[in-house]
């Protein structure tokens, strides 16, 4: 409502909605509450705002098969196990916190970023930031908080743990339940198959739901148009093949209404 708000300020009559990552989340939110304010829908990196969606990134069980990826989420484990057994009573079956449980694990790194505790802001933020990154070089080491980065690893990870918790658990966005909401907006989407943070499924979901209910997969002009890339590209929208499809897509609407 208040990207809404802003455009009613700025006198612009419809515009085009762009999002990636917890974007496109806010982005296909902000369509199907104001369809008629949106001329198209460019989207990055599909986050749908699920339960399942953080199981995916919050579970140990999600990266048993990756030594590497598995090594980060047991240092994200540990801070808040650590945490909780400071808390814990004896025999209170709660002092245990089960690997899996990523509803709970974000419950304790909350209450532990809103009372401003360095480490688990910086144990987040890196957790998030490997996943993403493949090279070496710029990968955030867990047990080093790097001070500069610092301003900014405290703003991500304190809107994330509360916006995943609100969306997934609070308040559930069910945004493919409303997707008929979407009728008639042209929608594109770039993703990255080896996107750990946004996995390629969720994306598929979305496809799947738009194509169900109202679009269309050729370039026939129809106003339903619906065009997905799947590409060998990661989370990032650095990434070279990333950043080419999302030029692509770009220039794809621009000649889709005649403005190139």
């Known amino acids: 409502r208040d990207f809404e708000a802003v455009r009613k300020h700025l006198g612009i009559d419809r515009w085009v909605v762009w999002g990636g990552s917890f974007g496109s989340t806010i982005a296909l939110n902000y369509c199907m509450l104001f369809p008629g304010s949106c001329v198209a829908l460019l989207l990055r990196g599909i986050y ?3 339960k399942e969606e953080l199981s995916q990134v919050y579970s140990r069980r999600a990266f048993e098969d990756d030594d590497r990826k598995l090594a980060q989420f047991d240092i994200l484990y540990d801070v808040a196990r650590e945490e909780v057994e400071r808390d814990r009573r ?3 079956e709660s002092a245990w ?9 974000l419950r304790v790194y909350e ?3 809103l009372r401003g505790d360095e480490r ?4 987040w933020h890196s957790f998030e930031n490997n996943l993403m990154e493949d090279d070496p070089k710029k990968q955030l080491d867990p047990d080093s908080i790097v001070w500069e980065k610092f301003p900014e690893a405290r703003s991500v990870a304190f809107f994330e743990t509360r916006l995943w918790l609100h969306g997934s658990f609070e308040d559930p966005s069910d945004l493919l339940a409303r997707v008929d909401r979407l009728d008639g907006i042209p929608v594109w989407i770039c993703q990255g198959v080896y996107d750990n943070v946004c996995p390629a499924r969720n994306a598929w979901s979305l496809v799947e739901a738009l194509k ?3 679009h269309r997969r050729s370039r026939s002009g129809d106003p339903g148009f619906l065009q997905a890339y799947f590409l ?11 950043e080419n499809c999302l030029k692509k897509i770009m220039s794809e ?5 005649s403005l190139i």
């Open 212 to 214: 169900r209910v109202h």
């Open 97 to 105: 916190l089960d690997p899996n449980d990523f509803e709970r694990l």
């Open 120 to 123: 688990a802001t910086w144990t």
């Open 253 to 257: 609407f621009l000649e889709m209404n």
């Open 232 to 242: 060998d590209a990661n989370h990032e929208d650095t990434d070279p093949t990333m």
């Open 111 to 113: 209450r532990m970023i």
């Open 48 to 50: 749908l705002d699920t």
């Open 90 to 92: 004896e025999e209170d």
